[in-house]
C-alpha cells in the first residue's frame, strides 16, 4: 500500500488517481439549484483536504472553474505542501482571474491543439503552464494527460470533477 502510487506510475506509466466526489442521497453531486459547493459537511472536507495534501496535482474541468471558481488549495493548519492544480480545458476558456491563479502554486492548462493562441498567451500572462494534447472524446486526451504527468514525476492524482471529468476518468 505504501508503494503502490510509485509502482502505477513506474510500470504503468500513469499517475495512482483517485477521485474524490461529494454525493446527495438520490446520486447527483450538485443540488437540484446546482448548487455543487457545500453537499457535505465540515469532516468531509476536512478528508479532503487531507486527500488534496496527499497528492500530487489535482484536476477539474473546466466547467468547475467558470461555475464554482475554486482555488483547489490545501486548507488545513500546520505546514502543507500545495498540489499543482490541472484544469482539463480543451478551448481555454479559463479566465486568467480564476482564483486558482491567485493561489500561488503551479497551475497547468490542458489544452486542445486548435485552442486559441490568443487565449493561451493571456494565462501564460498569470502564470499558467498550457500544455497541448491530442483530442480526445469529448475534449482532451486524458490518456496521454496522464501518461505526460508520470513522465513529469507526478505519483498520485486527485480528480476531483464535475462529472464529464469524472465520467471521462472511469471511461479512459
Known sequence: A??????????????????KMAQTLDGKI????????????????E?????????????VGVGTVLKDDPRLTVRLSGP???PMRIVLDSKLRTPPTA??????????IAAAPAASPVRERRLR???AEVM??????????????LRELARREVT???????????GSAFSA
Do not use: M
Open 2 to 19: 505504501l508503494k503502490r502510487a510509485f509502482v502505477t506510475r513506474v510500470t504503468r506509466h500513469r499517475p495512482w488517481v483517485t477521485v
Open 80 to 82: 502543507v505542501r500545495q
Open 30 to 45: 450538485a443540488t437540484v439549484t446546482g448548487d455543487s459547493r457545500w453537499i457535505s459537511g465540515p469532516k468531509a472536507r
Open 132 to 145: 497541448r494534447l491530442a483530442s480526445g472524446k469529448g475534449g482532451v486526451n486524458l490518456k496521454a494527460l
Open 125 to 127: 500572462k498569470v502564470g
Open 99 to 108: 482564483r486558482l491563479f491567485s493561489s500561488g502554486g503551479r497551475v497547468l
Open 156 to 166: 498520485r492524482l486527485l480528480i476531483e470533477g464535475g462529472g464529464e471529468v469524472i
Open 47 to 59: 478528508w479532503a483536504h487531507r486527500l488534496r495534501g496527499q497528492s500530487d496535482a489535482i484536476l
